[in-house]
């Protein structure tokens, strides 16, 4: 166990200061809009939950939650594992090293909008290469009439752009295991998947807890990319929660709706995230505890 | 022979990740080279008139190129900000129990779970009020709200790898805590630092609703400069994607220097 040391808390001051600086302002003025009804600077209502009561009901809502949980899923199945096999495949040592590393990272680098852009004229069966590249093959695809191809192509720009974050943060972890620990594994004669899986993997249960929880709430919350590839179309098929809180609230210009949206927005991130990081946790706990049987 | 073949088929698959990876960056610099109408008209795998106007419009107007400048200032800020208050956080949270430690460590996270739209209005009012708007301070400090959760945890993660006995070890040989921290534990968790530099430098560097709404002029980052090439006249793709292709630059240059911290990580030297 760790030892007790309420002094500890001096070495978080600077990082709580800096923190509630900036968080606790902002969600007082989300929660103070959230119970009213902004009718002009001036003029305004007290109406209690009724704005959380109406956006909960909102069917069109539903379907975009729904939407969301499923893409954020997809997400989640196909950047971990992926990203993870990336880390392993990595060289760890000479000029290979360097070049994969700085490779890999650029597509993290490009902003958003710029992301969404290139994917929409790279899509393109006239004039992009992979639109015209899956023509050759043969493929009927078009992102912009087919509500599958689009949404397709929202998760392959997602795994493209986000797949190095797992990748270097699983590099970084598997290059902080000690020697040693391999060493051991040898004179025990273990095959490398036993390496895997109870050196390499547990070793890197932090980093990829990083991993997953990141790449879960941010695909949660993805808004350019897929706005500026397909404004949320054909029809609805790539409309996201927080495009569809955008559309609320500067759209509609409701800000009271909107305002409630966004705490409601937060608790399904903070509740899934909670149940996620305990989940993990759980499972390193159980993990350890079978590795001291042993 | 096992041994070879294994390899080879890792080595298959990483340059198989590469090509895909490079294939839409690739797309983006064909384009930079390219006009506006040569993009439009026809599909092309090199540029026919290879043309380098859209850089020259970036590098000879100085609202273009300012922009870049203005984005390195306060990342520049921003990340050192955030990993040095983030370092003896993570320390505490990895090596003590103290009250509502748990909590405030999922706190610091709950502060990315919430969609930037939310904190542009109350920001705005914040830094008007402190008279801070359109300076680079406004926005590396608007920036810590992401960054410095990201930095606590993932310098945490990488320090509670290390074991106890290290510290321990180091404070009977008579070290000092900010000796024994900068001589003997920053090295170790060096791909942790590292990494963490490296991706506050990055969501940073991209971050746009927040930079674009502190600033109007003297510190207008290059990720809202861009935004002008969509205009009513229509999209300008090739300024767009030569802007693009520059603003990774300065990034790759970054892991390039910390590209030593990530692959070298745990060099035991005591223990």
Redesign the interface.
Known sequence: ?????????F??L???I??A???I??LM??VNYSVQDIISPERRVFVGVEWFASVMRDPELHEALLRQLLFSVAVLLVEIP?GI??A???P??GWK??A???????????????VG???Q??GRS?????G?GLKALGVDYNYTGNSLDAWLTVLVMDV?HWT??VA??G????????D?YYQAARIDGAS?FAVFRYIQLP?MR??L??AV??RF??SF?I??EPFVLTGGGPGNSTTFL?QY??QK?VGQFDLGPAAAF?LI??LI??LL??IL?NWMQALGQSEKEGASHA | MHEDT?FKK??L??IA??I?????????VN?SFKSNEE?????SFFPQHFSLASYKTIFTDESWYSGYINSLIYVGINTV?SIS??L??A???S?????G?KH?F?W????????????L???FQ?YTTLGLMDTHIAVA??H??FN???A???L???M??IPREIDETAYIDGYSFPRFFATIFLPL?K??V??AA??CF?FS??E?LLARTLTSVNAKP??AI??RTVSASG?D?AT??A??TL??V???IV??FV?HY?????A?GRV
Do not use: H
Request: aromatic share 16%; charged share 5%.
């Open positions: 166990m760790k030892p007790v040391n309420q002094k500890a808390w070495l978080v600077p990082v709580f800096c923190v600086f900036s968080a302002l902002p003025t989300v992926l096999a990336l392993l495949s990595m760890a040592q090293s360097s994969t590393l700085v490779l890999i990272s650029l597509s993290l680098l490009i902003p958003w909008n710029v852009t290139i994917w004229i790279f006239d004039i992009g290469l992979l015209a493209w190095p974050l270097l943060l590099f970084a972890g598997l290059r902080s295991i000690p040693a490398k070793k932090g980093v807890m990083i929880l990141l709430m941010d919350m808004y350019t927080s809180l955008t609230a966004s927005y937060f991130i903070l995230c909670f990081y | 294994r890792r080595t698959f990483l990740y590469l895909f990876a490079l294939l839409p960056i690739y797309w983006m384009m993009i439009l008209a026809s599909f900000i208050v983030a003896p956080a320390y505490a949270f090596r003590y129990s103290f009250l430690d405030v999922f610091l996270l709950t502060n990315r779970m919430t969609p930037p739209a939310v904190f209005l109350p920001f914040l400090m608007a810590l709200l410095v959760p990201l606590v945890w993932i945490e993660g990488f509670s790898g968790i791909a942790g590292g990494v490296f991706f990055m560097w991209v746009l290059i990720v861009m935004t999209m793709w767009l994607a802007a693009g603003t990774i300065p990034g790759a892991i390039w590209r990530i692959a070298k990580g745990f035991m």
